[in-house]
Nanobody
């Protein structure tokens, strides 16, 4: 099994910044094609925040461009730098990994998609 563990969520004031981190673990991970962040606000559907491919091609939700920056720390980790946070950014932020290839030494296995448990970001006005 592969797990994604998020960290860095918390309570901040409007205008402040926060950095989320996500690391994959559980098996020997050879590669992860795409890692990303999604968020779900209370009463709303889960939505894209940003994704980054293994060759560091990024994709952002249009409304978040310029305030949020995604980066690939290494093969198994991704971060999200969030600036000028607003109350409407309050949500549970989920880490996502697509096409995770692992090895046990003799065979490889591919997980199509893995989700983290989420980390809560609360922005007060």
């Amino acid at each position: 099994q592969v797990q994604l563990v998020e960290s860095g969520g918390g309570l901040v004031q409007a205008g402040e910044s926060l950095r989320l981190a996500c690391a994959a673990s559980g098996r020997i991970i050879i590669s992860i094609d795409v890692m990303g962040w999604y968020r779900q606000a209370p009463g709303k559907q889960r939505e894209l925040v940003a994704t980054i491919s293994r060759n560091e091609r990024t994709n952002y939700a249009n409304s978040l461009k310029g305030r949020f920056t995604i980066s690939r720390d290494n093969v198994t980790a991704v971060s999200l730098q969030m600036t000028s946070l607003q109350p409407e950014d309050t949500a549970v932020y989920y880490c996502n990994a697509v096409r995770v290839t692992t090895s046990n030494g003799s065979t490889r296995h591919r997980y199509l998609e893995v989700w983290g448990q989420g980390t809560l970001v609360t922005v007060s006005s």
